[in-house]
């Protein structure tokens, strides 16, 4: 579950308390950790990479986790320009170079300014990852037009004008990857719009990948589970995170760096072979 700087209203209960209830935040945070500390950079040295929605959650930890492969990276943000610079510092902190750049997805012109920004700043792009994305969870009934009007033109039109962009743009042997959900599988109750949204974005990397035919770019669709991430936390109270991680065969939510980590994968040369795929990072719930 992804986010452009975009939430739902807060459920009753505070973030701290839910994982507090469920008391799985501590033992996930640490095995996460220590598989991030022993990365080194690698296959990403003079390449470029841009990555829509990044000032927090998955897609801070994608940014982090590219930048530690070599990868120069574009921090895209919409409203929360303080932390995307924060995710800079802590790549530039690391060795590392990144710049911040506010656009909005939903708007084509901004998206190509976004490309444009990068580009100026690194000569091109290598690796596009088209994470920006917003929840709106509620029955069909009761949603209103303004919500799925939001979730079309940040969900839909987004991943669409960043991906078109990146087909234009990335060069030859690279990597486009965009976020669905594991909701557009699961399919629950109340997740109807959301989950065609998401949907959308593996028909987009499927049919993409065969219109790049030649050019070596592989472009793949990620469906993460639950994650540990505000996005999540704040839509789902403590009775909804605990079944999530008994229904999960590893026992816990996923975290940020676990998404990266899979999305580092795919952007090696060892990931090369996995093309027009979508790949549920949800570590076994469905």
Same mark, same amino acid.
């Given at each position: ?15 701290? *308390? ?11 945070? *640490? ?15 003079? !390449? ?15 940014? !982090? =986790? ?22 800079? =510092? ?13 656009? @909005?997805?939903? @708007? ?7 490309? @444009? ?8 792009? @290598?690796?596009?990852?088209? $994470?920006?994305?917003?929840? =709106? ?17 940040? $969900?839909? !039109? ?47 990397? $499927?049919?993409?990948? !065969? ?76």
């Amino acid at each position: 579950m992804t986010d452009q700087d975009e939430l739902q209203p807060p459920a009753s209960m505070s973030r701290r *308390g839910l994982l507090g209830a469920v008391a799985i935040a501590p033992l996930a945070a *640490g095995v996460v950790a220590g598989t991030a500390s022993a990365q080194t950079a690698g296959g990403g040295a003079g !390449k470029a990479a841009i990555v829509t929605g990044s000032s927090r959650g998955i897609g801070a930890a994608v940014a !982090k =986790r590219l930048a530690r492969e070599g990868y120069t990276v574009t921090v895209n943000f919409v409203v929360n320009g303080d932390l995307a610079n924060a995710v800079v =510092r802590d790549i530039e902190s690391a060795g590392g170079k990144a710049i911040a750049v506010q656009a @909005d997805v939903s @708007d084509p012109d901004e998206v190509r300014r976004l490309f @444009d920004e990068n580009d100026q700043a690194f000569g091109g792009v @290598d690796v596009v990852v088209a $994470n920006a994305g917003i929840i =709106r969870q509620t029955p069909m009934s009761d949603m209103t037009d303004e919500n799925f009007n939001r979730l079309i033109d940040v $969900n839909m !039109k987004g991943g669409f004008y960043t991906m078109r962009e990146a087909a234009r743009r990335v060069r030859n042997n690279g990597r486009i990857i965009t976020l669905s959900s594991t909701v557009a599988h699961a399919r629950l109750p109340a997740t109807g719009p959301y989950g065609a949204t998401k949907a959308a974005q593996e028909i987009y990397a $499927n049919v993409l990948a !065969k219109e790049l035919a030649g050019r070596m770019i592989s472009v793949n669709a990620i469906a993460p589970g639950p994650v540990n991430t505000t996005l999540f936390t704040d839509l789902n109270n403590a009775q909804a995170i605990a079944g999530f991680v008994q229904r999960t065969p590893h026992g816990r939510l996923g975290e940020p760096d676990d998404i990266a980590n899979v999305i580092a994968a795919l952007c090696s040369s060892d990931g090369m072979w996995v093309n027009g795929q979508t790949i549920l990072a949800n570590g076994g719930l469905i």
